[in-house]
């Protein structure tokens, strides 16, 4: 088959969440079929990964996504009573490559991955076409409003309810549209929606974790992942000063160290606080996870499934995370997991990972669940069958 694929940022190098998944899908794709990839990057320098991707695609083209002209674009979205998102991601570049694309090739398929790259091909009806919400967006900014204070919550609020709208207009819009796990698709009615709704869950390349040798002395508590995403600011902020003081107090050599590109201010700050450290980007966050004793995700806003979960459990690590950011995970048998949501539980449950040690027969017991439960090629092959669904190929023209 031949499939444009259409993502809302380059899914190259697959070092954050929504590149990880985007990446194994294109990857995945391309066994048995003919990718053309249309991506934003907002960063210069991820232009050089058009080659890397071309290993994967027959045609990479990447458009750059300028902050503040997209931003202007947001802001006039929002005067017409629209998603602000849909109109930061509305590019005329954008909009001239999808058309410039389905007049020089016969497409079987199109496979969008976002939901805000969704508009520009919304109205085509005569090829399969597949949306990867992968999370829904509008339960994120819902999440937001609770969380911040007015006016901050007065936009959220506003951004939540109008994408709760488009998504459900998306998902009648699309022949299929598919969600991480089943409470990312919860506003969208079964029934309504029969057929159309599919679960796709993460994986993890567990290959990638093998060999690695945790310090079985270390007092090093580790938390990873992108810390310019409000979340991740929100989750290390409320550990280091709830949660991690109280660990001090049984474990004072304890170290909660904060691994993750661009820190925003918020997060540097936190480097003040006694054992805290903040790593800033690291090419490889495994040699951290591999001189670390245990993993926290204490994430409070929580969509989708938290890689850096897997991540930690691949490496051998005993993980302590909040029961939102737990939901995604469809099973927490066998694993080294506990779930906590008050800064005094949450520091007792670390404090008993801190002094103990994980069994070999444990480790070995969450790797073999993770293989069977997030295994990328078995997730992956759910698409393999939607492919199946309409291939008539689209005329050039």
């Known amino acids: 088959m031949k499939i444009l694929y259409l993502a809302h940022r380059i899914p190259y190098p697959p070092n954050k969440g929504d590149k990880i998944r985007s990446f194994h899908e294109i990857k995945h794709f391309s066994r048995h079929h003919e990718i053309h990839l249309l991506a934003f990057y907002d960063d210069p320098k991820e232009a050089i990964h058009a080659e890397d991707l071309k290993q994967?695609?027959?045609?990479?083209?990447?458009?750059?996504?300028?902050?503040?002209?997209?931003q202007a674009r947001a802001i006039m979205a929002m005067l017409g009573r629209k998603p602000w998102t849909l109109g930061y991601f509305s590019n005329p570049q954008m909009w001239a490559a999808v058309r410039a694309r389905f007049r020089s090739s016969g497409f079987n398929a199109i496979f969008v991955y976002?939901?805000?790259?969704?508009?520009?091909?919304?109205?085509?009806?005569?090829?399969?076409?597949?949306?990867?919400?992968?999370?829904?967006?509008?339960?994120?900014?819902?999440?937001?409003?609770?969380?911040?204070?007015?006016?901050?919550?007065w936009l959220y609020s506003y951004e939540g309810k109008n994408l709760l709208?488009?998504?459900?207009?998306?998902?009648?819009?699309?022949?299929?549209?598919?969600?991480?796990?089943?409470?990312?698709?919860?506003?969208?009615?079964a029934q309504e929606y029969r057929g159309k709704i599919h679960i796709v869950q993460n994986g993890i390349d567990l290959d990638s974790f093998v060999g690695m040798k945790n310090e079985e002395a270390s007092q090093t508590i580790i938390f990873t992942g992108a810390m310019d995403y409000f979340p991740n600011i929100d989750a290390v902020s409320y550990f280091a000063r709830d949660v991690f003081p109280l660990i001090r107090e049984s474990c004072p050599h304890s170290k909660f160290m904060i691994v993750g590109s661009k820190p925003a201010p918020e997060v540097q700050r936190l480097a003040v606080l006694p054992g805290v450290q903040v790593t800033g980007t690291v090419p490889d966050v495994r040699p951290f996870l591999a001189q670390s004793k245990v993993a926290v995700v204490p994430v409070r806003i929580s969509q989708g499934i938290q890689n850096k979960i897997l991540e930690a459990l691949a490496a051998g690590l005993p993980v302590v995370t909040t029961s939102a950011a737990a939901k995604g995970l469809t099973s927490m048998s066998d694993f080294a997991l506990a779930v906590a949501d008050e800064p005094k539980a949450y520091a007792e449950r670390v404090i008993t990972y801190l002094q103990t040690t994980l069994a070999a027969e444990q480790i070995a017991a969450t790797r073999r669940r993770l293989k069977q439960e997030y295994d990328w090629d078995t997730n992956l092959s759910a698409f393999d069958r939607m492919f199946e669904m309409r291939t008539a190929p689209l005329s050039a023209g």
């Open 56 to 70: 994967f695609c027959k045609t990479v083209t990447l458009i750059p996504l300028h902050r503040r002209r997209q």
């Open 114 to 153: 976002s939901s805000s790259m969704a508009p520009y091909v919304a109205a085509e009806n005569r090829i399969l076409k597949i949306l990867d919400f992968v999370d829904s967006d509008a339960s994120k900014w819902l999440q937001y409003a609770r969380l911040k204070p007015a006016p901050a919550s």
């Open 165 to 189: 709208a488009f998504e459900k207009k998306m998902a009648c819009a699309f022949d299929a549209s598919v969600f991480v796990s089943p409470r990312d698709a919860g506003h969208l009615s």
